[in-house]
Every structure is written in C-alpha cells, then in structure tokens.
C-alpha cells in the first residue's frame, strides 16, 4: 500500500515517476535469495493502467541510476521491476478505492478483523476512512489504516451476457 512505502524509498522513486507524467501507486522492497527485489507500480494519472512498456523501461532506467546513485542496497545486487497495476488492479491509495466502488474486490487487513483477515465480494462504498465490502457472509466497514493489500476485479462479461 501507498501508505506503507518507507520515507527513504519514497523520496527517492516518487519524484522520478512524477517527472515521467507518472503516479506511484506502490512500492515494495523485499530480500530474496542473495539480491532485494523492488517492485514499483505506477499508473496514469487517470487511474486508467495505460501505462506503456516503454514508459516503464525509462523510468526503472532513471529510478535503478536514483538507486545506484543512494547506494540504496548497500552495494549489493537487487532486481528492479517497474509495471502499471494489471488488469485485476492493485489497489494502493485512497483514490483508487474510490475508483472502483460497485466493483468486485479482494482485501487483506494487517491485523484481523470480525475474526478474519481477508474480505472478497462488493466495494460498495469507500469515504476515504472507511472501506464498506458486502461479502458473502455480510457487510463490513474496513478502516482504510488497517488495510495490508487490496485488488479490485476487471468487470469481464461473458459472450452473449445481457448488460
């Protein structure tokens, strides 16, 4: 999540994905075997995941020299990946829950909640606090601080099906 990007990281990746018309939607840096792996997802500033290949390759280019530069991983070696939020969206900021509400989404919550950690079914509103999904099992008010990891569904429609 968006709100969860540590400070150093931030000050380093988000004013590159700004220069390239760009906005951060999240970035994660994890250690795996022997390198870190930093994934970036940017978006268009419409939300709208239009993002090219080669808007992507120029800025991991600029963010892996910003990288290099801070000697952000210690020397050591990390891969660097940079993509737009896919089809079935990861869900980062405020204003992309509020993109996708009446959507089908899938949420993680960092501690659990109701007895339950992960919530599936309808966005059916989201305040900028509070994220309301109906699940199978119920309606459920889900602060937008407690939230670990979000995605929201492409609405595919099967040949044929009536609109």
Do not use: N
Not at 39 to 50: L, W
Not at 89 to 116: I, Y
Not at 135 to 156: K, L, N, V
């Amino acid at each position: 999540m968006y709100q969860d990007i540590p400070r150093e990281l931030l000050k380093l990746v988000e004013p590159v994905v700004q220069a390239h018309g760009l906005e951060l939607v999240d970035a994660q840096a994890r250690l795996g075997q022997g390198r870190a792996h930093l994934q970036v997802v940017v978006d268009t500033p419409e939300g709208d995941g239009r993002v090219t290949i080669d808007e992507c390759a120029a800025t991991s280019r600029e963010i892996g020299h910003g990288l290099d530069a801070a000697d952000f991983f210690s020397g050591g070696a990390y891969l660097l990946e940079v993509c737009s939020p896919g089809v079935d969206r990861m869900l980062g900021r405020e204003k992309d829950f509020s993109r996708v509400v009446g959507r089908k989404v899938a949420v993680e919550t960092k501690e659990p909640l109701a007895g339950r950690r992960r919530f599936r079914g309808e966005l059916l509103s989201f305040d900028g606090q509070e994220a309301c999904v109906h699940t199978e099992s119920g309606d459920y008010s889900i602060p937008f601080a407690c939230i670990a990891r979000a995605q929201a569904f492409y609405p595919f429609q099967a040949q044929g099906a009536k609109r």
